[in-house]
């Protein structure tokens, strides 16, 4: 059974991560921050497609100081992603950043870290902490010879062993490698010692065909566990498709709903009708729709008719004959075309 394993509640901007908030979705854009318009305008496409947090990488002062400009024309908490030079998180901090990202495998030190939380915690600014399989603490990478789960926690925990010293806990983690073994088993190792809020991804998981794979099985897995607060799908292409993956994994663990659900089947031999077109057309036409819907497109009626019921609105194919269902009562009758109408012009009265 699904049990979420508690962990406390941090606010980011006007999000809150962890607790009792759903679990959000976030992505990162990948245009040169200091370029603000292309930035916000792909802000603006990732937060009409249901983003909830946004990251920009802030790797020099120009993006710095385009911080304030992006965040005062966009509705969702502005992240700066830091790597390197703790003094771009400084600036960040005093640009009016929602949050900060730091890795510390490549801050530098303990005491660059503990300047940049000192900072943070005199306005109570969050801090994700990125444990990142690419980028691992030497020191612990030299102890553990390879990255095992063991070795990422342990850099975590060194990380919480600084934040117990300078009394500041407005911290989220996220524990990421591209092997997604590494990634479940550390998490869960993290998740059972501790309540920090975990943002969960697959980190360089690679081109959408395969980075899906991987982020569905390594975030599904640790979600299904009951760990995960947030989630970040990387893919290597238009960050929009990110989000819309985040949603699905959700959907597909009835963890979140937004927008249709839409199941069809994979036809068979029994099927007289051009499926695969028919379901591409009210994939595209319900794109923009961000109801909660089940949609049910069924080639046969072997097992049409069943799934047709169980969906709000669905339709089975009796040879080249449509039958359309709506909250499990048959409404109509009709050669394909028709029904498909039918069937979309029902979706949208919905
Ligand atoms: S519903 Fe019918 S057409 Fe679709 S896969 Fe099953 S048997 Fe084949």
Known sequence: MYMRRKTRSVKVGNLEIGGNAPISVQSMTNTETK??????????????????????????LESCYSLPLIKKVIN????????????????????????????????GNNEKIKLVIKSAKKINLPIRFGINSGSLDKNILKKYKKVTPQALVESAVNIIKILDELDYHNIIFSIKSTNIINTIEANNIFSSKYDYPLHLG???????????????VGIGALLFQGIGDT??????????????????????????????????CPTCGRCKVDLSKIVRKVERQIRNINKPLTIAIMGCMV????????????????????????????????????????????????
């Open 231 to 264: 989630i970040r799908v990387s893919l290597t292409g238009d960050p929009v498709e990110e989000i819309k993956v985040g949603y699905e994994i959700l959907k597909a663990l009835h963890l979140r709903q937004r927008g249709p659900d839409l199941i069809s």
């Open 76 to 107: 969702i908490p502005l992240v700066a992603d830091i790597h390197y030079d703790y003094k771009l998180a400084l600036k960040s901090i005093e640009c009016g950043v929602d949050g900060l990202r730091i890795n510390p495998g490549n801050i």
């Open 202 to 216: 697959i980190t360089e998981a690679g081109p959408p065909f395969q980075g899906i794979i991987k982020s569905s």
């Open 35 to 60: 370029n603000i318009s292309d930035t916000v305008s792909q802000i603006k496409r990732m937060e009409k497609e249901g983003c909830e947090l946004v990251r920009v990488a802030i790797p020099d």
């Open 303 to 350: 097992n049409g008719p069943g799934e047709a019921k169980e969906a709000d609105i669905g339709v089975a194919f009796d040879k080249e004959k449509g039958i359309l269902f709506k909250k499990g009562k048959i409404i109509a009758k009709s050669s394909d075309k028709i029904i498909i109408r039918r069937l979309l012009e029902e979706i949208k009265s919905e």
